[in-house]
Every structure is written in C-alpha cells, then in structure tokens.
T-cell receptor, first 115, second 113 residues
Framework: KAGVTQTPRYLIKTRGQQVTLSCSPISGHRSVSWYQQTPGQGLQFLFEYFSETQRNKGNFPGRFSGRQFSNSRSEMNVSTLELGDSALYLC??????????????FGPGTRLTVL | QKEVEQDPGPLSVPEGAIVSLNCTYSNSAFQYFMWYRQYSRKGPELLMYTYSSGNKEDGRFTAQVDKSSKYISLFIRDSQPSDSATYLCAMSASGGSNYKLTFGKGTLLTVNP
C-alpha cells in the first residue's frame, strides 16, 4: 500500500508570494491533518480535515488555509509569505478521526524556504 | 510555559547503551502519549503509543507514563546506530474526532558504533 505522498518535496518562494502544498493520503484514509515543523517551535498542528470539512484548527493566522477534496486529497495554502513561514510542512492521514494515533501516518513533508 | 517540554539534546551514546528520553507536560487533559522517531528528511513514524498511565514494552523499546508527575519516558535498550534519529514525544487529550497532537521539540540521538 502506498504511503502518504506530498508534493512538491522542496519549494523556494519569496516574501509576499503565496504557495499551495498538496497531500495525497493513504488509499482509504479520509482524515488529513497538517503540521508545521520548525527548529524553534517544533511540530505544531495546523488543521485537520475529514470528508471535506475542517474539523479542528490550530493557532495559526488566517494566512494559512486548507481544503480537502472529495477524493480525500488535501491542499494547504499560505498567502503573503513571511520569512518565518520557512518550515517543513507535514501531512498525516488516518482512516477515520477518532481512531487511535496508531492509525495515523505521516508523509515525508514539503520543505518550504522563504527568501 | 509550553504544554510539552522535551530536552532537545543532542544526546550521543555508544552502541549498546541504554538510552533514556523524557518529556514533561502541563495539560492534565492529555490521555494519549506517543513517541515518534524521525530520520533526517523523513516524516515522523510512530514508535510507541500508550493510553493513560503505565508501561508498555515493544522489543528494545519501553514507554513509561506517570500521569501523577506529568512525565513520560522512552527507554531504548541495546541501542544501535540505526536508532540515530530525532525522537519526538506527542500527546493528545482525546482519541475522538477532535484529537490533535501536541509535540515536544524532539531530542536528537546519535548512537556511535
């Protein structure tokens, strides 16, 4: 079974631009969560989607948004990029939210660099 | 005070050593406790998962949770160079539909041959 895939793997943008990252969950998984990982803050929860609905949201500004499609694929968008948005963005999928964390699998991440 | 505190290390040990990794937390609502391993340029992978207090063993790995002290540990016996990675503790208040993971910053471990 293929794992969680994220595209692109690496991205370089400049301040003020916007970016869209994509996540394809494991086949059959319907829940997708997004996390931001930085050396200073560690891994921080961004939001979670299930059946095209955002069910939970972390403490990030409105510049960070996401959506989920009917095939469970998810995208996250960051508008008006700031230098501090440079991070590894991780996507995790699970079959159904509410199952234990042992059913959640992470993708390899997208490394975003903002210049 | 952050909800989850984890010593970032780095921690360097010789092969075969027993490794102890720890996290403390402040949120009494946390009930699910996880340890993840993250290799360079990879996403985290779940190593151990414990609900509430107690010990759990899986091969060379033992996870301990002490909810009264708000303290969790991961022990690695007979450490191997392949164990070299960043270890992240994570916690969740609920396994229900609104669960989200709160992570420690991770401890970088190097096991030297």
């Amino acid at each position: 079974k293929a794992g969680v895939t994220q595209t692109p793997r690496y991205l370089i943008k400049t301040r003020g631009q916007q970016v869209t990252l994509s996540c394809s969950p494991i086949s059959g998984h319907r829940s997708v969560s997004w996390y931001q990982q930085t050396p200073g803050q560690g891994l921080q929860f961004l939001f979670e989607y299930f059946s095209e609905t955002q069910r939970n949201k972390g403490n990030f500004p409105g510049r960070f948004s996401g959506r989920q499609f009917s095939n469970s694929r998810s995208e996250m968008n960051v508008s008006t990029l700031e230098l501090g948005d440079s991070a590894l963005y991780l996507c995790a999928s699970s079959h159904i939210p509410g199952e234990g964390p042992d059913t959640q699998y992470f993708g390899p991440g997208t490394r975003l660099t903002v210049l | 005070q952050k909800e989850v505190e984890q010593d970032p290390g780095p921690l360097s040990v010789p092969e075969g050593a027993i490794v102890s990794l720890n996290c403390t937390y402040s949120n009494s609502a946390f009930q699910y406790f996880m340890w993840y391993r993250q290799y360079s340029r990879k996403g985290p992978e779940l190593l151990m998962y414990t609900y509430s207090s107690g010990n759990k063993e899986d091969g060379r790995f033992t996870a301990q949770v002490d909810k009264s002290s708000k303290y969790i540990s991961l022990f690695i016996r007979d450490s191997q160079p392949s164990d070299s990675a960043t270890y992240l503790c994570a916690m969740s208040a609920s396994g229900g539909s609104n669960y989200k993971l709160t992570f420690g910053k991770g401890t970088l471990l190097t096991v030297n041959p």
